[in-house]
């Protein structure tokens, strides 16, 4: 895992957006954006804060691992560079737990605000309207939402307006939204049972990630943790395509990533 320098995917369409627009429908727009690009920033942050302090699972495994060892060899000495080192994992640890939790909330967090952003570029009627300020619909504040409502085809409210491209890469290919979502309401926010912090080692990759174990009824269960790298490269790649939709409805330039849905995740935004 390597840290992400930050960079703003929708800049440029932001700048772009400004031609021809009255200054209250720029000021909308830009005040969403605003809470976008911070919300964005804020992920950088927490990424990079786990980034720094992921070698210490490696460190406190090693350790654990001599300290077992020795156990079975009857040796239950321990030198004062390891006690340091433990109490120095140990505080790792807990700051990586919570950098952990924060960037799976606010990821959730980040998606809501690009849906509002959404309503400007498909339905400027009620981002210049007086509901902007009073009742923006649920499909234009939740992801969620969003994307249920463009699954729906019988939806009381026509979605014929959207962009098919558009309308295809949510409903297709933000599988991992899902796996987000259920992550961050089922397990961060509304547990259904006791969770303990612990470690697991996968032979077979030779891998080692934090997990939660927790007891649900008399059954002992495991959880695999989600893939922090992974989730940051298809928010990157969600990002680049908007992108690409957006500049088009702006400008009617196509790019070249714009109906792809292929392209390496992260490549161009991380460089």
């Known amino acids: 895992m390597q840290q992400k320098k930050f960079k703003d995917p929708l800049r440029d369409v932001e700048i772009k957006y400004r031609t021809g627009k009255k200054l209250e429908e720029w000021g909308r727009f830009h005040q969403e954006y605003n809470a976008y690009t911070n919300k964005l920033n804020h992920l950088f942050i927490i990424y990079n ?39 120095q994992n140990a505080m790792e640890l807990e700051f990586i737990e919570i950098d952990y939790e924060d960037f799976f909330l606010h990821s959730r967090i980040l998606l809501d605000y690009l849906t509002r952003l959404s309503m400007f570029f498909f339905n400027s009627d009620i981002a210049f309207s007086r509901k902007y300020y009073y009742s923006v619909p649920n499909r234009y504040k939740s992801f ?24 295809d890469y949510i409903i297709n290919k933000t599988d991992w939204f899902e796996e987000l979502k259920e992550f961050r309401d089922k397990i961060l926010v ?10 697991i080692h996968f032979k077979e990759n030779d891998e080692t990630l934090p997990v939660w174990f927790g007891n649900k009824e008399v059954n002992s269960i495991t959880i695999k943790l989600l893939d922090i790298e992974k989730t940051m490269d298809d928010i990157a790649q969600f990002l680049e395509f908007l992108k690409s939709i957006y500049t088009y409805m702006l400008t009617g330039k196509k790019y070249k990533t714009m109906f792809s849905f292929e392209s390496p995740s992260g ?5």
Do not use: C
């Open 144 to 167: 969620h939402d969003h994307k249920n409502w463009l699954k729906d085809d019988n939806s009381i409210h026509s979605h014929d307006h959207i962009l098919k491209e558009y309308k």
């Open 190 to 199: 509304h547990p259904m049972y006791f969770r303990q912090r612990g470690m």
């Open 267 to 271: 490549k161009i935004w991380f460089r």
């Open 49 to 87: 804060s786990y980034v720094n302090r992921y070698p210490a699972f490696k460190k406190n495994m090693e350790l654990n691992r001599r300290m077992i060892e020795r156990t079975n060899m009857h040796n239950f000495t321990i030198t004062d560079e390891e006690v340091q080192e433990s109490k």
